[in-house]
């Protein structure tokens, strides 16, 4: 089977599980079915013999991810702050401490790979 229709229909079944889970208020429904959807999507990879990475592709992916994290650490922030600016100090704090720690874990991996890779 093709990749990119495995895909198509793991994301469409997905969807319509995510849907009917939120009218039934069941969280577990859609964690099970998420984890059988890698374990599908990797055996539909694994039998196909298209080349599915190539340097174009890893070099769109890894600034799709750097610009994702750039966004989301900004915004996180600047929402955290308006959260403690109106009173929600758990809920701002919780937010920041966790943009912190992305920032934390990018830096570290930024750090492992300069040095593997020199630079």
């Given at each position: 089977?093709?990749?990119?229709?495995?895909?198509?229909v793991l994301?469409?079944?997905?969807g319509?599980?995510?849907?009917?889970?939120?009218l039934y208020g069941?969280f577990?429904?859609?964690?099970?079915?998420?984890?059988?959807a890698?374990?599908?999507?990797?055996?539909?990879?694994?039998?196909?013999?298209?080349?599915e990475?190539?340097?174009?592709?890893?070099?769109?992916?890894e600034?799709?991810?750097?610009?994702?994290l750039?966004?989301?650490?900004?915004s996180?922030?600047?929402?955290?702050?308006?959260?403690l600016?109106?009173g929600?100090?758990?809920v701002?704090?919780?937010?920041?401490?966790?943009?912190?720690?992305?920032?934390?874990i990018?830096?570290a991996f930024?750090?492992y790979?300069?040095?593997k890779?020199?630079?």
């Open positions: 089977m093709n990749v990119k229709v495995c895909r198509g994301g469409g079944i997905l319509a599980v995510y849907a009917i889970s939120i069941n577990l429904i859609p964690i099970i079915a998420t984890v059988f890698i374990f599908v999507l990797k055996k539909c990879e694994e039998s196909s013999k298209e080349i990475i190539d340097e174009r592709i890893v070099m769109i992916s600034k799709a991810s750097r610009k994702s750039e966004i989301f650490a900004i996180g922030a600047v929402l955290g702050v308006v959260l600016a109106v929600s100090k758990v701002g704090y919780t937010l920041l401490y966790s943009i912190s720690a992305l920032m934390v990018y830096i930024y750090e790979y300069r040095r890779y020199g630079g």
